[in-house]
Each structure stands twice: as C-alpha cells, then as structure tokens.
C-alpha cells in the first residue's frame, strides 16, 4: 500500500491552466477507473472533486477536469483563481482498500 | 443532509486506547460503505479501515491487528477502537461515506484530534 505519487507542488498566475498527475502502480491507478481527486484547504476536511478518473460531482466547477494514462492520472484547473490555492490529493481504490497520493500544493502567484 | 461529525479524540499515552466515534445523521450507516482516513500533523492523506454494509471490514497495514472498526445500528453511528497506539497516530482522524455508485469516499466529516504522547 504504497502511497501514490505527485509532485509536492505546482504553482500558476490566475487564470492559467496547470496540471497534477499522479502516479502509481497497475495494482491501483491503472488497474481501476476508481480513480478520485481531493482538494484541501487548511484545516477543513477535504472536498471531492473528481470521482472515476474524469465525473465532477455536482457543484464543482468545471474548471476542474480529470483523465488518465496507464499507471498515471491528472487533474487540470482551468482558468486558476486565488480560490484554488489549496493541497490537492489523488486516490484510488485498489481491491478493498484506498491509496492516497502524496499531496500537491497549488499556489496561485 | 449528510452529516458525519467524530468525536472521542484527544491526548494519550503511548500503549494506550481509544474509541473514536462518528454520529451520522441523514443516511443509514449500516446501509453505506464507511471509512476511516487519519492525516499526520503537516503531512498527507492515509487511508485506515474500511467497513462495508455486508459488514466485512478492511484495514491499512499500518493498522492491522491493532485497529477496529464497527458500528452501532441503533446509534447510527460509526467507530474506530484504537489499541497499542504509538505516536506514529497521531493524526487527525476523518470518517468518510463512501460513494457506493463512485467507489471513492464522498462526505467527510471535520475530523478529531488523536495525539500520542507522553
């Protein structure tokens, strides 16, 4: 149960588009389309954003949009805005369990 | 409305005990697949146990054989009895409704505190 793997942090000028992918293993991201993307803000609980590689649940932006490649997943933030700064976390099922990836701070300069 | 709020967490020794619980309210428990996701001071999101409806249950590595997760029909509640702890859990501890069409964890609710210190 390997944690999944992302970049620590990715930063972007309001109203660029930046990109997190998440790497792991055909035992997780690229053995299941269960793959779901989190987004933090310090001290609440995290929010879904993405469930199922690329589905938003209803009432995210659809600035935020998801694919993924083999063992690798991402997530896109179209159109940055300030409100988008926060810690970004991909997970994926993986046969009765959950992984999580190491987490990606978003800044927004 | 879905609301998951946890509630047992605080200081303790390390050897020692815990029950964590996590009053739902809006849906059934024993009706949805529930987990438990702790996050270290300062670090990432790790995944801990899992229960099912059927009732099996699932545990992280990290945990197993230490850890226990079940639930209170009538309460509607959801926990998490934590034995041997090390300050390796300290953590905030977050229950989760699993998304049974989604098969991610979809409500979350605010977490509770656990430090393992002496």
């Known amino acids: 149960q390997s944690a999944l793997t992302q970049p620590a942090s990715v930063s972007g000028s309001p109203g660029q588009s930046i990109t997190i992918s998440c790497t792991g293993t055909?035992?997780?991201?690229?053995?299941?389309?269960?793959v779901s993307w989190y987004q933090q803000h310090p001290g609440k609980a995290p929010k879904l954003m993405i469930y199922?590689?690329?589905n938003r649940p209803s009432g995210v932006s659809n600035r935020f949009s998801g694919s993924k490649s083999g063992n690798t997943a991402s997530l896109t933030i179209s159109g940055l805005q300030a409100e988008d700064e926060a810690d970004y976390y991909c997970s994926s099922y993986t046969s009765s369990a959950y992984v999580f990836g190491t987490g990606t701070k978003v800044t927004v300069l | 409305e879905v609301q998951l709020v946890e509630s047992g967490g605080g200081l303790i020794q390390p050897g020692g005990s815990l029950r964590l619980s996590c009053a739902a309210s809006?849906?059934?428990?024993?009706?949805?697949?529930m987990s438990w996701v702790r996050q270290a001071p300062g670090k990432g999101l790790e995944w801990v146990s899992l229960i099912y409806s059927g009732g099996s249950t699932y545990y992280a590595d990290s945990v197993k054989g230490r850890f226990t997760i079940s639930r209170d029909n009538s309460k509607n509640t959801l926990y998490l009895q934590m034995n041997s702890l090390t300050a390796e859990d300290t953590a905030v501890y977050y229950c989760?409704?699993?998304?049974?069409?989604?098969?991610?964890?979809?409500?979350w609710g605010q977490g509770t505190l656990v430090t393992v210190s002496s």
């Open positions: 055909s035992s997780d991201v690229g053995g299941y389309n269960y």
């Open positions: 989760a409704r699993v998304s049974a069409l989604w098969f991610t964890p979809e409500y």
């Open positions: 809006g849906f059934t428990v024993s009706s949805n697949c």
């Open positions: 199922e590689v690329s």
